[in-house]
């Protein structure tokens, strides 16, 4: 299996900055897509900042401009600069890996991290 930690997230004032961490472990073989998804309160999980190993990014049209995924392929893990926060990116962020695993043989997987509060508001 794979695990993703994050880490990071928390309370900020509108127009105020976070970073989120994650950390990839497990028996990697590769990955391909590392990223970040959200869940607002009453709304369904959407995709926020994606990038994969050969650096393509792809970022939500709300977050564009203000969001900056990082990733450092050999460390397995991914980073999102999140800056001029407005309440409407109060959520829920969760970590994504999609790649290949080593266990018996290669197998794909797919994770998601445990998620982490962000809440902007003053």
């Known amino acids: 299996q794979v695990q993703l930690v994050e880490s990071g997230g928390g309370l900020v004032q509108p127009g105020g900055s976070l970073s989120l961490s994650c950390a990839a472990s497990?028996?990697?073989?590769?990955?391909?897509?590392m990223g970040w998804y959200r869940q607002a309160p009453g709304k369904q999980r959407e995709p926020v900042a994606l990038?994969?190993?050969?650096?393509?990014?792809t970022y939500a049209d709300s977050v564009k401009g203000r969001f900056t995924i990082s990733r450092d392929n050999a460390k397995n893990t991914v980073s999102l600069q999140m800056n001029s926060l407005k309440p409407e990116d109060t959520a829920v962020y969760y970590c994504?890996?999609?790649?290949?695993?080593?266990?018996?043989?290669?197998?794909?997987?797919?994770?998601w991290g445990q998620g982490t509060q962000v809440t902007v508001s003053s």
């Open positions: 994504i890996a999609d790649g290949v695993q080593l266990t018996t043989q290669p197998t794909e997987f797919g994770s």
């Open positions: 497990g028996s990697i073989f590769s990955i391909n897509t």
């Open positions: 990038m994969t190993s050969d650096g393509s990014t």
